[in-house]
Structures are given as C-alpha cells and as structure tokens.
C-alpha cells in the first residue's frame, strides 16, 4: 500500500507563498535534484509553525 520515499528537508527559511514551480526551482538550485522523481521535500516558514510538502 505504502511505498518508501526519500525526505529532503531544507535548512533554513522559505518563502511559503512560493508556488509549486517556485519550489520546485529551489529543489533543483539547492539540492540539485529533479523534483518529479518520487522523493519529498519539506520547507519551512520563518516562523516555524507551518511546513509545506512537495
């Protein structure tokens, strides 16, 4: 049902009112990986109380 996945968590604070698109760039700037090959990523808000996904 479930399958393993990699989680990738960005150090620091991100803009949260990014779109997927710009996320997704940060994916590929930062951790120089392609955003649609089944991993997760997270980032976080200056304020740390919310977490976006991707």
């Known amino acids: 049902m479930f399958t393993e996945s990699q989680v990738y968590v960005a150090v620091g604070v991100t803009d949260l009112r990014k779109s997927i698109n710009g996320l ?28 976006k996904i991707v």
Do not use: K, M, S
């Open 24 to 51: 997704g760039l940060l994916v590929e700037e930062q951790f120089a990986l392609n955003l649609f090959d089944g991993r997760l990523f997270a980032f976080c808000n200056r304020r740390r109380d919310l977490v």
